[in-house]
């Protein structure tokens, strides 16, 4: 168990993220003890642990999608799991074998074009609905573009621009497609999992600077990974009695 506090600013607290003994289904197997933070919105949160110690049921729980088996949790204002559901609308994730999972056949703009219409169809408030500003193609076209600079995903370098297949992206590339899919909903907290899994040295090392500027432009951000970084804000790990 591991307290830790991030230091980020923005989105009016409702990414910060506070923990105490928040213990996954992996780790209530091996009895572990739970987790415990205390993270400020804008914080990037590194959750260290080998593969099957709970990290990815934690980061679930996290963003509303599991119970945990114990402990409490908070995003912003909202506690869960009394307000999961509300969680989910102010959370994303990304890159979680079988929650997230992108097609290989469909190209990078049908996915771009899928996930923008989908937000604009369920995902958005009334309120938001309503708002003067661009509407139809010219406001999901800025979603889209928002987006793909926050994940630093250049399609002017892929192989077959947005016509590139999923199935023809490199590791990297594929990473950063499922990291902007889940920021086109603007989330106040986004997760991702196996951060760091069949890549470099170097492309993990660029893959941790790119979640740190996501946290630095004033998302939540947690990341799980086999080892951390020393750039998060916050670290936990999970599996080591």
């Known amino acids: 168990m591991l307290d830790s506090k991030g230091q980020g600013a923005g989105n009016r607290g409702r990414g910060r993220c506070h923990s105490r003994g928040l213990r996954g289904e992996g780790a209530a197997r091996l009895g572990v003890p739970g987790i415990s933070l ?9 959750v260290e642990g080998p593969s099957g110690s709970g990290r990815t049921s934690l980061l ?12 409490t949790a908070a995003v912003g204002e909202l506690t869960l799991p009394k307000q999961s559901a509300a969680v989910r609308r102010v959370s994303a994730l990304a890159n979680v074998a079988g929650v997230t999972d992108l097609e290989p056949a469909l190209t990078v703009g049908e996915h771009l074009r899928e996930r923008a219409l989908l ?11 309503l708002r003067p500003g661009p509407s139809g193609p010219s406001r999901r076209g800025l979603r889209i573009e928002r987006a793909l600079t926050a994940a630093g995903l250049d399609r002017e370098v892929l192989p077959k621009g947005a016509r590139t297949a999923v199935r ?38 660029e893959i941790w600077a790119l979640l740190k500027s996501i ?9 799980v990974s086999t080892e951390g970084t020393e750039k998060a804000d916050a670290r936990a790990t999970t599996g080591r009695a």
């Open 215 to 223: 946290a630095e432009a004033g998302t939540t951000v947690v990341a």
């Open 60 to 71: 679930l729980a996290l963003t509303g999608r599991m119970k945990a088996s114990e402990g």
């Open 38 to 46: 205390d993270a400020g919105p804008g914080s990037l949160i590194a």
């Open 119 to 129: 937000q604009r169809r369920f995902g958005d408030s009334v309120r938001g609905l």
């Open 168 to 205: 023809d992206l490199e590791r990297p590339q594929e990473l950063r497609l499922s990291i902007a899919l889940a920021l086109i909903g603007r989330p106040a907290l986004l997760g991702v999992d196996d951060v760091d899994l069949k890549l470099s040295d170097a492309e993990r090392d």
